[in-house]
């Protein structure tokens, strides 16, 4: 897994999202798409992050969840290092 992926979820655990899209723009895995999804969540495009949560091949877990999936990417990513 990209060591980029690591630093977009902790830019998003710091309210970044615009320099974590920067980031997840440039991945191609079912993770990274994932880690779009939060960034819309957090960005507040919900349609948007629907979209990516597809990709992602994840259900969509609302827009109240962005903390947990923040913390669960988290792990998925640390996990896989």
Same mark, same amino acid.
């Given at each position: ?9 902790? &830019?998003?655990? %710091?309210?970044? #999202?615009? /320099?974590?899209? $920067? ?8 993770? +990274? ?12 495009? &919900?349609?948007? %992050?629907?979209? #990516?949560? /597809?990709?992602? $091949? ?8 962005? +903390? ?14």
């Amino acid at each position: 897994m990209s060591e980029s992926l690591g630093q977009a979820v902790e &830019l998003l655990a %710091a309210g970044d #999202w615009k /320099k974590a899209h $920067e980031i997840v723009q440039k991945e191609k895995s079912t993770v +990274a798409a994932w880690i779009h999804g939060i960034v819309h969540i957090l960005e507040g495009d &919900l349609d948007n %992050a629907r979209g #990516w949560y /597809k990709r992602a $091949e994840r259900e969509f877990p609302g827009a109240e969840a962005a +903390a947990s999936e923040i913390a669960a990417a988290r792990r998925a990513v640390a996990s896989s290092v």
